[in-house]
């Protein structure tokens, strides 16, 4: 049983920065692989991000690739989402979620964070 929680959501203006975080309970947050997935209105939820447990492998959507970054910190249970030139296109809720055994995949996670709005004005 794992609980996340993400944080650092919000309003920004188009070309700026966010940094995503989500907080993992429980003392086997490095046995999970984390991913991001984010859902605009109207859309189904897409993959962003994934790391793998020992955080030396990383994959980012072709959509962020290059202004995104997934990174992890197992000493802190924390996996982040930094997110630099951000376009109006980026605004949906973000997800965070943990697997076993997953990818890019939604449906490989077992556990999911309550999500943070990101909204970018254009």
């Known amino acids: 049983q794992v609980q996340l929680v993400e944080s650092g959501g919000g309003l920004v203006q188009a070309g700026g920065s966010l940094r995503l975080s989500c907080a993992a309970s429980g003392r086997t ?12 209105p109207g859309k189904e939820r897409e993959f962003v991000a994934v790391i793998s447990k020992s955080g030396g492998s990383t994959y980012h959507a072709d959509s962020v690739k290059g202004r995104f970054a997934i990174s992890r910190d ?13 376009k109006p296109e980026d605004t949906a809720d973000y997800y965070c979620a943990a697997g076993r055994n997953s990818w890019d ?8 964070g309550q999500g943070t709005q990101v909204t970018v004005s254009s």
């Open 105 to 112: 995949n939604s449906k490989e996670y077992d556990y999911w």
């Open 74 to 86: 197992n000493a802190k249970n924390t996996v982040y989402l930094q997110m630099n030139s951000l």
């Open 29 to 40: 947050f490095s046995t999970y692989v984390m991913g991001w997935f984010r859902q605009a």
